[in-house]
């Protein structure tokens, strides 16, 4: 069966987190993903974080299936001749690297445009042109930067940064679908354009709600929803809202059977107005159904801490995929705190592909996690991710170069 990206070329340079996510998908929808990495060491990532001596990473192997690899100096003459064969013979140059550094390798947008005026550049920047748009951006970098860290935690805690990588992860997803929109508007006009996802704005497309707050909170100094209601205090900015759902079903984590010597046996729990009545019934308080006190949405808002604390004496009696069984069966929306173990362990995410095992020559083999994306029509085969270097010879004899070409290239250090 054929891919939805097959016979897109992309010209990969991107390292670390942020882009190598972004090829990754592309490759997993079909596209000729060719990473050009520095030789000798190759993306950072290789060597970071390392489980096994002298084996790629888990960082790097998690973020570069389906790959190949070739090893270009692109500070050397000769290495940048070769470079401008691939940028002709690629439709996508992707790269996150620090800002200017792709112009000091002396290819500028005009230049590429010049050797491919159909080739789409993507990139992906800390932050957008203004005061910062030199600097260097890493994950907590952007969380802080995007408004994720100040709106994240608990009232009397300082800001905290999430363990989804939203800055990264997140941005390389917004990137992937600005390649394919730019693919696709090429169609129609020919040319290609460049992309640019900023770290900063990719967090803060994905705190929109907290923006939203603010003017809530601007208007009428009072959000209802929020722990700090009614006893705290709300200052000009939006708080750290602990557990609370982000929308307008009240919700909390519950601890469940086991918490004391389990950090991970709890539940989250979300008062959906319309079963409010069957969550009455499941936890014993029948009477709260019919109560004005309590009986609708916005007579809950103010005593929501004794109601969570009323259900959690319930959900304290039962495991969390036993409580899981039976608000299911009732349709009250819930979810169990899963350990990255017990994902692990999960058969069902096996099933889907959502988590791989993967063999690789020199590791052995490990887990990773699939395409998130399913396509009917383009499913996705993992692959591992390649040695570094392991396609040099390979790529360049796709692009025209001889065999003895390519020694002299590698004589040269070119390559
Ligand atoms: N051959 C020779 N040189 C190469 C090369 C190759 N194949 N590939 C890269 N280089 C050079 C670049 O030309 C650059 O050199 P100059 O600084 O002399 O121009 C240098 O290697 C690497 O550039 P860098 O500044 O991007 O790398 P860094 O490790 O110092 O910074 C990072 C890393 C991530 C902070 C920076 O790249 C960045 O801010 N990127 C944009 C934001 C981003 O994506 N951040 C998320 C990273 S994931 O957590």
Known sequence: MGKALDGVRILDFTHVQSGPTCTQLLAWFGADVIKVEKAGTGDITREQLRDI???????????NHNKRSVTIDTKNPEGKQVLETLIKSCDVLVENFAPGALDRMGFSWERIQELNPRMIVASVKGFGPGPYEDCKVY???AQCAGGAASTTGFDDG???VSGAQIGDSGTGLHLALGIVTALYQRTMTGRGQKVLAAMQDGVLNLCRVKLRDQQRLERTGVMKEYPQYPNGTFGEAVPRAGNASGGGQPGWILKCKGWEAD???YIYFITQAPVWAKICNVIGKEEWATDPDYATATARLPRLKEIFAEIERWTMTKTKFEAMDIL????IPCGPILSMKEIAEDQSLRKTGTIVEVDHPVRGKYLTVGNPIKLSDSPTDVTRSPLLGEHTDEVLAEIGYSPEQIDLLRTAGAI
């Open 53 to 63: 001596p002298d084996a790629d990473s888990l960082y790097f192997t998690m973020l």
């Open 263 to 265: 950090p991970n046996a």
């Open 158 to 160: 300082p800001p905290v």
């Open 139 to 141: 994950e907590n970098v």
């Open 328 to 331: 299911n069966k009732y349709d």
